[in-house]
């Protein structure tokens, strides 16, 4: 399973991601970028929206956003 994430650690609150696709991003409270949902996967997406969400991870200025490899229990 390939989640969504982001390394708040490296975010900088610039908001591109969420401009890009905001059914995925949002700025938190914090200021910083993070995903809506964390049950979201890649491997449920739709075409388009894994396209955006690959344009975002492209798209982020200090490469936060990442794709996480979890392996299904």
Known sequence: MKKVKVNQDLCIG???CQAIIDSVFQLGDNGLAETKDENNT???MEEDVKDEVMDALEGCPTSAI?????EEN
């Not at 990442?66 to 979890?70: A, C, P, V």
């Open 14 to 16: 610039c908001g591109a």
């Open 42 to 44: 890649i491997d449920t």
């Open 66 to 70: 990442f794709i996480e490899e979890k």
